[in-house]
Nanobody, 122 residues
Framework: VQLQASGGGLVQAGGALRLSCAAS????????MGWFRQAPGKEREFVAA????????GYADSVKGRFTISRDNAKNTVYLQMNSPKPEDTAVYYC????????????????WGQGTQVTVSS
C-alpha cells in the first residue's frame, strides 16, 4: 500500500491550497481516509476524515469552515481544500487510510503516507 501526498508549498494567509493523496495497493473505496498534520515541536493532530463512500466527513474545530475534505474513488485520491489558511496551519500534512472511520479520526489508521509541507505566510 502506498499513499502519496502532494500539493504542499508556500501560501499566503487568506489564500488557498489543495492537497492531494493518491492511494495504490488497496481497495480505495473500502477505506476511510484522513488528513493529519504535525507542526515543529508539536504532536501530530487530526485535521479531517471522510468515509469510504464520501457520505460522512468530520473536521477538527480549528479548521472547520475553512478546510474541506473530499475524495474521488475513481481516481483513488483524497483531497484537502485549504481555504483562508492561517500561519498556525503551517505543518507537515499526512494522509492516512483506515478500515474504521472513528479509528482514522483517533489516529489509529492502517496506513500512512509521507508528508507534504505546507507553509502559510502572514
Amino acid at each position: 500500500v502506498q499513499l502519496q501526498a502532494s500539493g504542499g508549498g508556500l501560501v499566503q494567509a487568506g489564500g488557498a491550497l489543495r492537497l492531494s493523496c493518491a492511494a495504490s495497493g488497496l481497495t480505495f473505496s473500502s477505506y476511510n481516509m484522513g488528513w493529519f498534520r504535525q507542526a515543529p515541536g508539536k504532536e501530530r493532530e487530526f485535521v479531517a476524515a471522510i468515509s469510504g463512500s464520501g457520505s460522512s466527513a468530520g473536521y477538527a474545530d480549528s479548521v472547520k469552515g475553512r478546510f474541506t475534505i473530499s475524495r474521488d474513488n475513481a481516481k483513488n485520491t483524497v483531497y484537502l481544500q485549504m481555504n483562508s489558511p492561517k500561519p498556525e496551519d503551517t505543518a507537515v500534512y499526512y494522509c492516512a487510510a483506515g478500515a474504521y472511520y472513528h479509528s482514522v479520526i483517533a489516529g489509529a489508521s492502517n496506513y500512512w503516507g509521507q508528508g507534504t509541507q505546507v507553509t502559510v505566510s502572514s
